[in-house]
């Protein structure tokens, strides 16, 4: 079968981004407000785009302890949840002495065109990542964008060609990679601390599976056929989109259901999966590339609506010899093992919000040998990007000042959210397959290619922005 991996010709993508040869040179642009003798005093005026459980607690928050920008406006697809957003936002304002109008907006691209805007950031279901991050591009915008960077491996390619020939600044929700037990790790494991690298094992938590919901009432704040996007249609139930009401998320939890249902989430593989295979990669050397093996096996629920996979094994092998293992069974966290020891590293909390799975860790950071980790870095040895403050939205708003890449860049997304999803194909086939990390093609299987995209409902759909921007 022969497949494409990319959804840009070479003619075409120079095209579209109007560029030519520096079509991949990092972002040269900046907005046209921040420049001239008064710039210090001028905010990035930035968009923010769903507001639900991760754009309202970290997301926003984040952005607004930033002094070089400034929320102006707020998009959701439910209206509470979009009054709810320009309250916080104005009230948290309010208590700087700082007046700020925010506007609402229930579709995205009505604020895109405004001018005077800068910046988006994206906090949407997974399904709505794509979309937004292509749009935003072509409108000009600099993009903050939740993890996993999208649904499908051809996705995930469209956006880091698009976003890098746009020049826009750009950052993935992958946190971990501005604190500094995460770079300190992997530092120590690129300057040969472990000696030859040769296993890296990944812990990450399963989801359950769901009862069967009864159908229910669109309520009049949600925007449902638009929620559901580039999926199929579906009949509404509460506990597929997100929570209306305190005592439906008594009910059902914090986390909204949608994180575990195929059509909007792949399940943990990239839920939290994307957050530690981004830091095996940056550990590995490895942020633009991929395995070139993949075996695994999954469980699947057979009945319910949340059908997402529970326990699995995955074994990646990578061009360098590497193996990467990702297993429910293993403590949550990444555990790196060479010829000279082993270095573990975990999150101190354990959470990113209090919904989320405990790492059970007392230890964030620890080694076979204590001076793996105590013995200091020498002055000619490898240091990998340090977030300014271990500040992961700080160092989106200085890459948007500076016009340098960011501790995460489109293709370093693309890289750690796809072998992901290569993981998750493994888990559907159940069998060995070869990867071409280069073609970002499977090597003789048709089937598992054949997952590496989606059928898109129409007028919705990543892949079908980036083939407007193609004919534009």
């Known amino acids: 079968m022969k497949t494409q991996n990319t959804l840009l010709t070479r003619r075409e993508f120079a095209r579209a981004s109007l560029l030519g040869a520096g079509a991949l040179a990092w972002p040269a642009i900046i907005p046209a407000r921040l420049l001239g003798a008064d710039a210090p005093s001028k905010k990035i005026n ?20 930033q002094d070089r920008a400034r929320i102006v406006a707020v998009c959701d697809l439910d209206s509470i949840r979009v009054a709810d957003a320009k309250r916080f936002v104005e009230e948290a304002y309010a208590k700087k002495n700082v007046r700020q109008q925010v506007a609402t907006y ?23 990542h794509a979309q937004p991050i292509i749009e935003a591009a072509l409108a000009g915008k600099d993009i903050y964008v939740q993890k996993p960077l999208t649904m499908t ?140 093996a993949i075996e695994a096996r999954a469980e699947f629920p057979k009945s319910g609506l949340w059908n997402v996979h529970g326990a699995y094994h995955i074994e990646s092998r990578y061009a360098s010899g590497v193996t990467v293992i990702i297993d429910n069974t293993f403590p949550n966290g990444i ?62 708003i200085n890459s948007i000042l500076s016009r340098k890449p960011a501790v995460t860049t489109p293709e370093i997304a693309h890289r750690s959210t796809s072998a992901c999803i290569l993981g998750w194909i493994g888990m559907k086939l159940g069998r060995k397959l070869t990867w071409d990390p280069q073609k970002e093609t499977f090597v003789g299987e048709d089937a598992a290619n054949a997952l590496l995209t989606r059928t898109e409902r129409a007028p919705y759909g990543g892949l079908a922005a980036a083939r407007a921007a193609r004919v534009a």
């Open 46 to 65: 930035i968009l923010q785009i769903g507001c639900g459980r991760i754009g309202r607690s970290m997301d926003l928050p984040g952005i607004l302890a």
């Open 106 to 128: 229930a579709d995205y691209r009505e604020a895109l065109q405004r001018a005077d805007i800068d910046a988006v950031a994206i906090s949407t279901p997974d399904h709505w």
């Open 153 to 292: 491996l051809r996705e995930g390619r469209a956006v880091s060609d698009l976003v890098r020939a746009k020049q826009r600044a750009f950052q993935i929700g992958s946190q971990q990679r501005s604190g500094a037990k995460f770079r300190l790790a992997c530092e120590l494991v690129r300057n040969g601390r472990l000696g030859r690298l040769h296993t890296v094992r990944i812990g990450l938590p399963t989801d359950p599976a769901g009862a069967v919901e009864p159908d229910m009432p669109v309520p009049p704040n949600l925007n449902y056929d638009r929620w559901l996007g580039p999926t199929p249609v579906m009949p509404y139930t509460e506990n597929r989109v997100h929570s209306q009401s305190a005592e439906a998320k008594k009910r059902y939890g914090d986390r909204p259901g949608w994180l575990r249902i195929e059509s909007y989430c792949l399940g943990m593989i990239t839920g939290w999966g994307s957050h530690h295979v981004d830091i095996a990669h940056w550990g590995m050397g490895a942020e633009h590339t991929g395995p070139v």
């Open 335 to 396: 555990r790196f093992e060479g010829a000279d020891g082993w270095l573990f590293v975990t999150r101190d909390s354990g959470r990113a919000t209090a919904a989320d799975p405990a790492t059970g860790m007392s230890k964030a950071l620890n080694a076979s040998k204590a001076d793996i980790v105590t013995t200091p870095l020498g002055a000619k040895e490898l240091r990998l990007h340090a977030s300014e403050n271990n500040d992961h939205h700080r160092d989106w």
